[in-house]
């Protein structure tokens, strides 16, 4: 009797260890071999090749300013400041993408080529929904070669309209 316990088991693990599988996921082959009493080991697929990316430079548009402080301001009440760039390359440079980084955050830029020497803007429109401090900002992408994106930015602090509520007498 102990010697089919002994063939068993001996039979058990040999099956086991020559049941290797291979699987085919995204052209990548991946072999997983389970043993007795062990869960099988995750497989990391292998890394893409990494291409280096080009280091990215600082844009090369010059603005009149960078951040703008509201002040106070009312709640409910957009305001808006434009924002001014002057094209100082001897390429014309489009922005390519304008992104505030809120909803309560709208954009308007200059959507045409703008010449080496001539000047550009990006509108920003801030709609307080609730009172406080407030500080957002505004990414310019631009059509520059490497060119980091420019981070422009708006802040103030909102005056809560804490009006009392009016209730009609009773009758």
Request: glycine share 6%; hydrophobic share 35%; proline share 8%.
């Amino acid at each position: 009797m102990k010697t089919v316990k002994l063939f068993a088991f001996a039979l058990l693990v040999s099956s086991v260890s020559f049941a290797q599988t291979k699987a085919k996921r995204s052209g990548v082959n991946k072999a997983v071999t389970v043993t007795p009493m062990q869960a099988p080991a995750p497989v990391a697929a292998p890394a893409a090749p990494a291409t280096p990316a080009a280091p990215q430079t600082p844009s090369l548009l010059k603005w009149d300013k960078e951040t703008h402080e509201f002040g106070t301001i009312e709640q409910g009440k957009p305001v808006s400041y434009e924002f001014t760039f002057t094209n100082t390359t001897n390429k014309d440079i489009t922005l390519t993408n304008v992104k505030a980084s809120c909803g309560c955050t709208a954009t308007n830029y200059t959507k045409t080529a703008v010449k080496p020497g001539e000047k550009g803007t990006v509108t920003a429109t801030y709609n307080a929904a609730s009172g406080g401090a407030f500080h957002k900002t505004v990414t310019v992408m631009t059509s520059e070669e490497n060119a980091a994106p420019k981070i422009i930015t708006i802040k103030g602090t909102v005056k809560t309209n804490d009006a009392p509520a009016v209730v009609a007498p009773s009758k």
